[in-house]
């Protein structure tokens, strides 16, 4: 059996998943993984990591808006879990919460380590976020987001590390 | 549903309200970028009063400002690099800009090596990873330098530079030819990093048994067990005889003592005895029990 055909669709792995039970909440995620340095990724990670992201965003956007920094637990670590849960505690102490309407994402995996302790994605996201203070209205954004994300395997899932809005140089 | 319609219908009034800016609503003008870490300000145009958002990955403030003046930003307001939306609000009428809060230099790095123990001259067995952040743990996304200096523990020390892409270098090394510790440091010029790991002796290489009489049988012992480089296989390291006789076969598993293995075998009439040391075998012995 060649590498090649061991690590199905190495070459071209465009996974998109529909996930079945949960597909009315959770927000649709697509990774490629063309070209993925410097080891290619096997078809049950990618399969993984697609899935465990796109409930890190569904956590994501319940616990902004709900103003709920333990609703990260399960999908977030690291400097993303310390940064969102700061921005959750400064929403809640100064009135804010933040919508996020889902509409998708590309992602396109970048880096996959030899040991395979870590991943970087870079997200095309089509996202709507919308900011109230109180019931108030104060900002909506609607335009493609770019995000860098870092994700590490955990005992049973893949952990978001690390996201970043990329900035516009990297467009 | 119920919940949903009011958001909606919450979000259009809002958006209602964002629309229809008069011409003479405030107005922002923040730096197009900014450091990490660095205070900066934001001019605001307009008069009165207004409520200042600025809304960040790690943050968000809010604040009264008088419109026309100065918002200053202190340096521990912006320590999270990533895109941050500047609100300001007076009245009914809201206005926003976005920039960009982006890293510093390169101050530390995170250095992951792999695995923890690798066997001798082994090509492309040490897996190393370096992050590199600027001094508040942000990715530095612009290239740099990281230096991966080697130190084994005999033979001259070595170095692989590779420029970080987002934040990331890698490199992959084969093992030295010397068992014992072997130190990788990932150095940035401003950080480094160092992570140790084990070389440990490869497989057994001219694996030889010899035999000699025992009192209840015959003592099979192997020589020094060693690898291909002359490393000492350690102790515990299980060592399988085979012994086939007219009783039929035997195999007795004995660790490693001292550099040998040693075991003793009753032994009826003729026998054939084989080692072997994991994947390795080694010679084969014809012995007889009455001797």
Same mark, same amino acid.
Not at chain 2, 179 to 202: C, F, H
């Given at each position: ?8 669709g190495?070459?071209?792995? =465009?996974?998109v ?6 597909? @009315?909440s959770?927000?649709q ?6 070209n993925?340095?410097? *080891?290619?990724i096997?078809q049950?990670?990618?399969? !993984?990591?697609? *899935? !465990?992201?796109?409930?890190?965003? &569904? ?7 709900? !103003?709920?920094?333990d609703?990260?637990?399960?999908q ?6 310390? &940064? ?6 400064? @929403?809640?102490r !100064? ?6 309407i889902?509409?998708g &994402? &590309? =992602? ?11 991943m @970087?994605?870079?997200d095309d ?7 109230f203070?109180g ?9 493609p987001?770019?995000?860098? =994300?870092?994700?590490?395997?955990? $005992? ?9 809005? $990329? ?5 | 549903?119920?919940r ?14 964002l629309a229809?800016?008069?011409?003479d609503?405030a107005?922002? %003008?923040p ?15 307009? +008069? ?6 600025l809304l ?12 026309? +003046? ?9 320590t ?8 300001? #609000?007076?009245?009914?009428? #809201? ?6 809060v ?11 090596? %792999?695995?923890?123990?690798v066997?001798? +001259? ?19 996304? %612009?290239?740099?330098?990281v230096?991966?200096?080697?130190a ?8 692989r530079?590779?420029?970080?892409e987002r934040g ?36 057994a #290489?001219?694996l030889?048994v010899?035999?000699t ?10 020589d020094?067990?060693?690898?291909c ?12 005889f ?34 072997a #040391? ?5 010679n ?8």
């Amino acid at each position: 059996m060649t590498l090649r055909s061991r690590f199905l669709g190495t070459s071209l792995l =465009v996974i998109v998943i529909a996930l079945a039970a949960r597909a @009315q909440s959770l927000p649709q995620v697509s990774l490629n993984a063309d070209n993925l340095s410097p *080891r290619p990724i096997e078809q049950l990670t990618g399969t !993984n990591i697609t *899935r !465990n992201y796109s409930m890190a965003w &569904h956590a994501m956007a319940l616990a902004l808006e709900q !103003n709920r920094p333990d609703l990260l637990n399960d999908q977030f670590t690291g400097f993303a879990k310390d &940064h969102l849960s700061q921005r959750i505690a400064d @929403q809640r102490r !100064n009135g804010l919460r933040v919508q996020i309407i889902d509409k998708g &994402h &590309h =992602v396109k995996a970048l880096f996959y380590s030899l040991d395979g302790g870590a991943m @970087q994605l870079l997200d095309d996201a089509q996202i709507e976020v919308q900011v109230f203070d109180g019931s108030r209205l104060i900002y909506s954004d609607d335009a493609p987001h770019r995000y860098l =994300v870092l994700m590490t395997p955990g $005992a049973d899932r893949w952990y978001v590390r690390d996201l970043e809005r $990329a900035p516009d140089k990297e467009r | 549903m119920v919940r949903g319609l009011c958001i909606y219908f919450v979000g259009l009034l809002g958006m209602g309200a964002l629309a229809s800016q008069s011409a003479d609503a405030a107005a922002l %003008h923040p730096p197009p970028s900014v450091q990490a870490g660095q205070a900066f300000v934001i001019q605001t145009e307009g +008069s009165g009063e207004g409520t200042f958002y600025l809304l960040g990955p790690g943050s968000a403030m809010k604040r009264t400002v008088q419109l026309g +003046s100065d918002v200053s930003i202190a340096a521990d307001e912006v320590t999270t690099a990533g895109r941050y939306q500047a609100i300001i #609000c007076a009245a009914n009428d #809201c206005t926003h800009t976005a920039f960009d809060v982006v890293s510093g230099p390169p101050a530390r790095v995170s250095f992951f090596l %792999h695995p923890s123990r690798v066997p001798v +001259s082994t090509p492309n067995v040490i897996d190393g990873t370096a992050f590199v952040f600027d001094r508040y743990y942000n990715p530095v996304l %612009h290239p740099a330098k990281v230096d991966f200096q080697i130190a084994p523990v005999s033979g001259a020390p070595f170095s692989r530079v590779d420029e970080s892409e987002r934040g990331v270098a890698w490199v992959r090394l084969g093992s030295s030819g010397k068992e014992g510790p072997l130190r990788v440091t990932a150095d940035i010029g401003s950080a480094k990093e160092p992570r140790v790991i084990q070389q440990v002796a490869a497989e057994a #290489c001219h694996l030889r048994v010899k035999a000699t009489p025992g009192k209840r049988g015959v003592v099979f012992e192997t020589d020094p067990v060693r690898d291909c480089s002359g490393n000492p296989l350690p102790d515990g390291t299980i060592v399988s005889f085979t012994k086939v006789d007219a009783s039929g076969m035997t195999t007795v598993d004995t660790p490693i003592k001292k550099g040998i293995a040693l075991t003793e075998l009753p032994v009826k009439g003729n026998a054939r005895v084989t080692v072997a #040391c994991g994947v390795v075998l080694g010679n084969e012995l014809s012995v007889a029990g009455n001797r």
